[in-house]
């Protein structure tokens, strides 16, 4: 995959906007749930919010999630990145849109279902938390869409 660098020039060409943003490493669960203000699921090792990154340190992957490895970080990274560029060409959409986008854009693997999910449960970013899959669902949703064009 191409430099990080290269990914935002991409980025800035896809979206017809520039982004500029800080990243803010967070060093523990508790800072993490301040940010988010509410108790953050294990899996979640990053987020971007008010046109900054937060995420925890490659290092601290392993220990704070019980999903991640240090590998993670760099496509997790991308994911944040592509989530400012949608914010600030579209604004907020269904977070299925916003999720399902950012995940591709970033070139990560999700389980896709067999099956077209449906996209009502997955419109608010706290339904989209409950639901089972969501990532993987919310990608199914945005390459029918790219399928269908
Ligand atoms: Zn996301």
């Given amino acids: 995959m191409e430099n990080i660098d290269t ?9 017809s906007v520039k982004v ?5 490493y967070v060093k523990s669960r508790d800072e993490m749930d301040k940010v988010l203000k509410r108790k953050t699921e ?8 008010e046109g900054q990154i937060y995420i925890f340190p490659k290092e601290l992957f392993p220990k704070v999630s019980n999903q991640h490895s240090e590998k993670d970080f760099e496509p997790v990274l991308r994911h944040e990145i592509v989530h400012l560029f949608i914010h600030k060409a579209f ?6 849109f916003d999720e ?7 070139g990560q693997k999700k ?13 608010k970013g706290e339904d989209f938390r409950k639901a089972e899959n969501p990532y993987g669902k919310s990608m199914k949703l945005v390459l029918n869409l790219l399928k269908a064009i």
Avoid: H, Y
């Fill in 7 to 15: 990914f935002i020039s991409k980025l800035e060409d896809i979206f």
């Fill in 20 to 24: 500029d943003f800080k990243i803010n």
């Fill in 42 to 49: 294990s899996w979640l090792v990053g987020t971007a919010r």
């Fill in 91 to 96: 604004g907020r959409g269904p977070a299925w």
């Fill in 100 to 106: 399902g986008l950012a995940c591709i854009l970033a």
């Fill in 111 to 123: 389980k896709l279902p067999n099956e077209n999910p449906d996209p009502t449960e997955l419109i």
